[in-house]
């Protein structure tokens, strides 16, 4: 049969945010597939370095709308390091709740999208309809749904009160009584098991291969979750398991994340009986000592990953954001190979793949209407004639 | 263990149940008390410190000196020097650059800059975006 390559994406009604994907077509089956980036990219990398830490705070928010809490809680422990301020545990166990409120709202969103793309869209009602009670834990706890805003170096901005914890508690015990229906819905309905089973499989090997992270890589059977691997905030303090399943599909992620759902609502009862009284936050001044952090924060879609390099001065030198879907590229082109065509949706959304926050670090040469990707030394070659043009020799450098 | 119509007494049931949603822009919609919406300013405490300014992550907030200025006090009787009257500020806010964080709010050591919750802010005209506090 003849080969057919098509794209899919940027712009798709299967696609959330802009991504292309390269597909290679024999009949309906894909037989070879490449990720193309750089849809979404907005500089914030660059934008954090004139900026100080403390703006940075809600800049790198701003990298995703979903684990927003995530990406600066990753951030804000490399300015805690680099400063060596120590966090009050209330502080601690604060960030901790809003992270795994954060951990809720996502999968309850990650499930109902699937819902959606795997045509059952009731499901995708019903879950984004209780997921209003966790959005309005947020709220109640932080002041907004999305950006939570939250932190704050050296601790959180806003306490919680015992009225906040009664309504929290409340809450998920709704969210309990529903999730406990989707177990049942994910596992038995035909809908969902003709669609998931055995559609885009990666086998154990090649998910510790290709560095998969999340529940992509626990769908797997690869036991990797950085709240338990290196436990930071009080998870060492916390009891709670790490859930795996090795189907190695779709089904398996759902089923993952399901599950994780109920783990997460544990930790919130634990996190609000363990709440220690004291201060929430500690003075930081506004010079960050001068050196280089690296931290690792397990985000609802698996380990995100921030670095910092601080001069001494009040804005840093250097961020670099790992975001876990940037992780979990090299995976999906092995799930989609020998794939259908109609499953593709399925299996991308099965990462749950966030483009805003992958896409911050590619370039693109855009003469001649050609696209083209630069490698690292093409890519000092042409700074170094850039520079040459401008009168300024970088050749010996 | 795969059902056929699992979802169907649930779908069911949903026929007797209560509305999920609101009527929005008819039915008021209420928000949280610590909301962080569009932030109020109050002249009388501001004391021109800028630290709002410089805080600020999205260079919302500009303070200037008011047009008007209190009068300037009289001499006292016994000829020493008046009491010099608190300078006047207003506070411009760019409503489309802001992204509500209340950082400057935190900031103030006046507590000139308040949140309040107010989040109707879309508008059709630009100008009304920028607002001048006096
Ligand atoms: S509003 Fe507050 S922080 Fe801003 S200039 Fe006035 S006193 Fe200073
Ligand atoms: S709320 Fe945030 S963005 Fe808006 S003016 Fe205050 S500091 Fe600036």
Known sequence: MSKITIPLGPQHPALKEPVNFTLVLEGEQISGSAVNLGYNHRGIEKAAEDRTFLQDIYLIERVCGICSHSHTTCYIT???ELAKAEVPERAKAIRTLVGELERVHSHLLWLGI?????????????????????????????????????????????????GQKAEILKRVAILEERTKYYVKLGTEEATVLARTRNVGLLPHDVALERGAVGPTARASAVKRDVRKDEPY?????????????NTNDVFGRLVVRVLELVESYKIIRQVLDYLPEGPIAVKVPAKIAPGEAVNRYEAPRGEDFHYLKSNGTDKPERVKVRAPTMANYPSVSYMLDGGYLADVPMVIAAIDPCMSCTDRAMVYDNKAGKVRVYGWDELRKYGIEHYKKRGVDFTKL | ??????????????????????????EK??????????????????????????????KAIEII???????????????????????????????DRCIYCSQCVDV??????ISTQDFELAHTDRKTLKRHYK
């Not at chain 1, 869209?121 to 879950?127: A, K, P, Q």
Request: hydrophobic share 40%.
């Open chain 1, 78 to 80: 490399c300015v805690e």
């Open chain 1, 114 to 162: 699937a819902g959606y793309e795997m045509g059952f869209e009731t499901l995708f009602m019903y879950t984004w309809r209780d997921r209003e009670q966790v959005l309005d834990c947020l709220e109640l706890v932080s002041g907004n749904r999305v950006h939570y805003g939250i932190n704050t170096i050296g601790g959180v901005r806003r306490d919680i009160t015992p």
């Open chain 1, 233 to 245: 905030l009080i998870y060492d303090k916390l009891d709670f398991n790490l859930i795996t399943h």
């Open chain 2, 1 to 26: 263990m795969q059902k056929p119509a699992r979802a169907l007494f649930e779908v069911l049931g949903h026929l007797f149940k209560k509305k999920a949603t609101s009527n929005y822009p008819f």
């Open chain 2, 29 to 58: 919609a209420v928000v949280d008390a610590r909301f962080r919406g569009r932030i109020a300013f109050e002249s009388d405490t501001c004391i021109g410190c800028k630290m709002c300014v410089r805080v600020c992550p999205a």
């Open chain 2, 65 to 95: 000196l008011s047009a008007e200025q209190p009068p300037a006090p009289a001499p006292a009787a016994d000829g020493t020097a008046p009491v010099p009257v608190k300078k006047k500020f207003d506070c411009i806010m760019s409503l």
């Open chain 2, 108 to 113: 103030c050591p006046k507590k000139s800059l």
